[in-house]
């Protein structure tokens, strides 16, 4: 049977729009179809001049123009006592700043690490004005096990014994001075030192009352150090209750002396007759009961 031609382009037409409803809805959720661009604006950050090493720079080179370089760093990543330009570092042909510590190429330059202008590179240009260098000494437990590094903070802890008697202990503790730079142990005074030793002194940096506090604790009882965390305030608040440690001590064993009595030393007397001088002997008790009361005169 022949379908007639309306009927034909009927259907024909109605398939087209079924198929064009189809790719629609299939084109409307497919999301890569109708991508959407959102422009995000990040905030610039301010940049500053940074000096940094050039060159390897040993402990002792002098430190110039001639071997730093300038370089431009986010001014949140600038570290503290950096230097913007070459020339503000001070050395010129007369007088230089020398490096306390090494730098390594691209190390920024630090007025820290670096002695004040015609000076040496030793430890006295590590010393802020009004401080002293003052060694105290340690062993591997009162120096926290060798594990107190040059740069480093600690407190130092005064320990006495208080007691009044022979038969206990009684010591105080107490915290001496707090937040106190350690510029030396022993002989190591390389602040970039990371490697742990043993040590017999420690030289701190105090002010001048502290170094005489230091002075007198030391001969009235112990010293020792505690490490302070990089992170810890400068200054806080430490309880400081006396530390008493009671300990009994063995009764010393009773020792009987015999006392022997010892003899009565002779008494003499001058006696002056004129211009002639005699001397007499006065008779013990001992003497007196065996024998009559007499003057009798010294041979």
């Known amino acids: 049977m022949r379908m007639s031609p309306a009927i034909s382009l009927g259907a024909s037409a109605a398939l087209g729009l079924a198929a064009t409803y189809v790719a629609w809805q299939m084109t409307k959720s497919d999301p890569e179809a109708d991508p959407v661009v ?7 950050e301010n940049e500053v001049n940074v000096v940094v090493a050039s060159a390897a720079i040993v402990r002792g080179d002098a430190v110039s123009v001639d071997n730093v370089t300038v370089e431009r760093w986010p001014e949140s990543k600038a570290p503290y006592g950096y230097f913007s330009h070459g020339l503000e570092i001070g050395s010129n042909e007369y007088a230089q700043r020398l490096a306390l510590t090494e730098f390594q190429p691209g190390d920024p330059i630090l007025d820290s690490r670096l002695s004040p202008l015609g000076t040496r590179a030793s430890l006295s240009g590590r010393l802020e004005p009004g401080y002293r ?10 120096g926290v096990a060798g594990f107190v590094l040059p740069g480093d903070k600690v407190d130092v802890l ?4 208080k007691g009044r008697n022979a038969r206990a202990v009684n010591l105080v503790s107490e915290v001496l001075l707090q937040n106190v730079e350690v510029l030396a142990v022993d002989s190591n005074d390389d602040p970039l030192s990371d490697q742990p030793q043993l040590f017999a ?3 701190l940096a105090v002010s001048v009352d502290d170094a005489k506090k230091l002075s007198v604790a030391s001969g009235l009882g112990d010293l020792s150090l505690a490490l302070r965390g990089a992170r810890e305030p400068d200054r806080q608040q430490v309880a ?3 530390a008493k440690v009671a300990a009994a001590r063995t009764t010393p064993r009773r020792v009987t002396r015999r006392v022997v009595a010892r003899k009565p030393a002779d008494k003499q007397i001058k006696v002056m007759l004129g211009t002639e001088e005699s001397e007499v002997k006065v008779p013990t008790a001992a003497e007196q009961a065996s024998a009559p009361t007499k003057l009798i005169p010294a041979s």
């Open 201 to 203: 002194r420690a030289t």
């Open 38 to 44: 959102t422009e995000i604006s990040l905030p610039v």
């Open 133 to 142: 260098a003052y060694t105290i000494r340690m062993d591997d437990v009162r």
């Open 158 to 161: 005064f320990t006495q014994d």
């Open 240 to 242: 400081t209750p006396a």
